[in-house]
């Protein structure tokens, strides 16, 4: 149980005096990245390739090399941490250092061999001991992974998704971590005589084996030779795209992908400063699903890469799960904390009202960022106001930037940041190529954390790349100041979500998007932009409900929340200022429908990063559009 302090009146005017202090001119906590060396290549037809002129750091051929160097090194350090995984109410962590994980990983690890010749091994799971550990054995063993989305067992009701991620993977294991939990998943999928791995609970039905009677005593010599047979080529992960503009696609990565990026991002800091103001080895508390990229690689591998301790968080920034969140960062002093910008949202809020939130929070932490979606610079303010009433200065709040396809992190702005949508410059292995497009710059990027491409998609493949190699991003950038590169790009929409208007104006919906959610501040987490072939633009609106809650004040349902006239005048509000200073007929808002049902993940309208997928919501919600723009008066649009 969290125990929320009251804001005492010396607090409240702390925070009010702070929030009237021009900020800019408070410094920064002290960030030890390495100075940049950007190198920039201008072409005649227009074309810019970037890179970061910093070297990449070494990295080592396959992506069991850390564990194995901690567990040797650092043995006795936590590598992660969770929660009672039946009862998570109870006090404290339950805790793994590297030397127990790396033992662990080699038992599982022997029961793979154990199984016959390397194959795919799904995995259904939220975040725990267990999944880090079967993935990693697995890995090691030379069976390539797919971690897939817990939501695609547990919520679904026809198991479509589930159903075609086994029939494009073809898994020879599945492992879940409660098998009773998990029936209805695994009745969903024709398993046959494949081997179901849990860690409670048998499932009904399968051949199935508990985590302690698949794993065997470890063979040094059959486990040396797994190792030997891992090269920098061989297959990790099958990680699934988020599907924001189509079908998921499994994206193939490889262990050089996985171990470069990991060393990508640590090449842009002085890494013994960086513990040195730590205090010691990096420490995160973290909710990002490792059934994606982001929370996969840029979190649980590069924390362990980095030789650091990672606390699994079970909580979210959604009603029912922000408590545990809250809870989790309310007991553990982080170095770096990254996440969503939906997170950093209900952070901010917490932490205007809860002093040992912010507290234990900013007590160490050197750095945070956000990504996978845009964060509006209110946000940011309100955040750092407490964090010179904390601490007396600025802590820096930056994007990274990327895709599954990219391992994922591609840039980030390595540098104290006071402003939110840049995503940066490239990180050192990697190279940027900027290609003009409709004013700003189509981006593309080739590296070794660039995928070599989809599995069994030939033809998306090859559509993914063009004529130089350079993976194609779908993006759109800027440059932040176009007389010095070295302050960055900025985030300039999705080039694959551009449409015309009736009158043949062109509109970058992807743009779009990010300028509305931005300018509502909060109140909205989502739009889905319409006017295909229309008059003029106009939205289906998704509210940030526990955003939208503390603005009316009570817990009033989302269905009921569309039609709260606070929520109702900040959406008018946001959108006729955003008119005033867009008024073009490519950006200008005419109406919008706030929708009183969420985004509906089952159905592919919602991605696993939180993006909605433009062309399923419309698709699915076409009599919404309609009524977005009948011409008669209908009260639940809001006409501007």
């Known amino acids: 149980m969290v125990i929320m302090k009251k804001i005492t009146p010396k607090r409240a005017v702390i925070l009010r005096e702070t929030h009237a202090m021009q900020t800019a001119e408070i410094p920064f906590r002290d960030v030890p990245y390495l100075p940049q060396k950007l190198k920039v290549e201008r072409r005649s037809d227009g074309t810019i390739l970037i890179d970061n002129g910093q070297p990449l750091k070494p990295y080592p051929k396959h992506m069991l090399a850390p564990i194995k160097q ?80 817990p939501a695609y067992a547990l919520l679904s009701q026809d198991f479509q998704r589930l159903d075609y991620v086994d029939k494009l993977i073809e898994p020879k294991l599945i492992y879940v971590e409660d098998g009773q939990q998990y029936q209805r998943g695994l009745d969903g999928m024709e398993i046959g005589d494949r081997l179901v791995i849990y860690s409670r609970n048998a499932p009904d039905g399968y051949r199935s084996l508990d985590l302690d009677a698949f ?74 699903p490792w059934s994606h990229t982001y929370g996969a690689n840029a979190i649980l591998h590069n924390i362990t890469d980095w030789g650091g301790t990672l606390y699994i968080d079970w909580g979210a920034p959604t009603p029912d799960r922000l408590p545990e969140m809250l809870r989790n960062l309310s007991e553990v002093s982080t170095t770096q904390h990254t996440t969503v910008p939906a997170a950093w949202a209900a952070l901010a809020t917490e932490f205007e009202r809860n002093a040992q939130l912010a507290e234990t929070f900013f007590k160490r932490i050197v750095c945070m960022a956000y990504g996978g979606a845009a964060m509006g610079q209110d946000i940011y303010e309100r955040i750092q106001t407490v964090a010179v009433a904390e601490t007396g200065q600025r802590i820096s709040l930056s994007a990274g930037y990327g ?17 939110m949508g ?26 070794v954390n660039v995928t070599p491409g ?25 440059f932040a100041d176009e ?38 501040d909060g109140v909205l987490s989502d739009v889905v ?17 526990t955003y939208c809650q503390k603005l009316v004040g009570d817990s009033r349902p989302l269905a009921e929340l569309v039609d709260a006239p606070e929520v109702i005048g900040a959406v008018r509000s946001a959108l006729y200022n955003h008119n005033i200073q867009h008024p073009n007929t490519a950006s200008r808002i005419a109406g919008i429908k706030l929708m009183p049902t969420p985004p509906n993940a089952d159905s592919g309208e919602i991605t696993e990063k939180g993006y909605l997928n433009q062309f399923k919501v419309q698709a699915i919600r076409a009599a919404d559009i309609d009524r977005l723009y009948q011409t008669e008066n209908d009260p639940e649009v809001l006409l501007l």
């Open 70 to 149: 901690w567990a040797e090194t650092a043995p006795d350090r936590i590598w992660l941490a969770q929660r009672h995984p039946v009862n998570p109410s109870e006090p404290g962590w339950q805790q793994v250092t590297y030397q127990e994980a790396w033992r662990s990983i080699q038992r599982l690890a022997q029961g793979f061999i154990a199984q016959g010749p390397p194959g795919p091994v799904m995995i259904l799971s939220r975040n725990t001991l267990d999944h880090a550990l079967i993935m990693y054995a697995a890995i090691l063993a030379g069976c390539p992974v797919v971690p897939v989305t």
């Open 215 to 288: 794993a065997r005593d470890p063979d040094p010599a059959s486990l040396q030779q797994a190792s030997d047979s891992l090269t920098p080529e061989t297959v990790a992960k099958y990680m699934m795209t988020s599907g924001s503009t189509g079908d998921p696609k499994a994206v193939i990565n490889t262990h050089e992908m996985i171990a470069a990026n990991a060393k990508m991002v640590r090449s842009i800091w002085d890494e013994q400063r960086l513990d040195e103001i730590c205090g010691g080895p990096q420490v995160m508390c973290n909710f990002l």
């Open 403 to 419: 895709a599954t396809e990219t391992s994922p992190t591609a840039s980030n702005v390595h540098w104290p940041n006071d402003t």
């Open 422 to 447: 840049l995503i940066g410059c490239p990180l050192p292995g990697n190279t940027f190529k900027l290609v003009p497009h409709a004013g700003s710059y189509e981006l593309r990027v080739k590296g």
């Open 454 to 478: 989809y599995f069994r998609n030939p033809d998306k493949t090859k559509a993914a790349f063009d004529e130089e190699g350079f993976y194609c991003l779908g993006d759109a950038v800027r």
């Open 483 to 520: 007389q010095d590169p070295n302050k960055g790009l900025a985030f300039d929409g999705r080039t694959v979500e551009e449409f015309k208007l009736a009158n043949g104006t062109w509109v970058s919906a992807g743009k779009l998007r990010v300028q509305v959610v931005q300018a509502t």
């Open 529 to 545: 932009v319409c006017g295909l072939n229309r008059d003029d633009i106009r939205l289906l609106g998704f509210l940030n409900q």
